[in-house]
């Protein structure tokens, strides 16, 4: 059953991505500058915010719909706002190496990692 709702909820995300990135851009068709991406991984931060603060505070949603909004719908709409989420998690917590650790690793490693796969597949 979760895998259902985090497939339909991931399906769902990855529409509302498309279609919002798609607005932004046509909304600023004269830059180069990544405004949908930009708008659609803010936005995420935003509503991972409240959505994991209204479960937490008020108890609601059960396990599947927890994984069907936070997992699936969440997770295909930007996974930068679990990676927002997850390292305001570790601050709250006071866990502050940690929560460094994590935003070097993940925009630094990733960056690298990016590039290391465009220059290995890339004609010359």
Do not use: K
Not at 39 to 47: M, Y
Not at 95 to 118: D, P
Request: net charge neutral; charged share 10%; hydrophobic share 55%.
């Amino acid at each position: 059953m979760n895998a259902a709702c985090i497939g339909t909820g991931g399906f769902l995300g990855a529409l509302a991505r498309y279609w919002l990135s798609g607005l932004v851009h046509r909304m600023l068709p004269m830059t180069s500058f990544p405004f949908g991406t930009l708008a659609v991984n803010l936005l995420g931060c935003l509503a991972i915010g409240l959505l994991s603060g209204l479960i937490e505070a008020r108890q609601i949603f059960g396990p599947e719909l927890r994984a069907f909004v936070l997992i699936g719908i969440m997770g295909s709409f930007t996974t930068f706002s679990t990676f927002g989420f997850e390292t305001f998690a570790m601050l709250r917590d006071e866990e502050y190496l940690r929560a460094v650790s994590n935003i070097g690793l993940q925009v630094v490693l990733g960056l690298l990692l990016v590039w290391i796969g465009f220059s290995l597949t890339a004609s010359r």
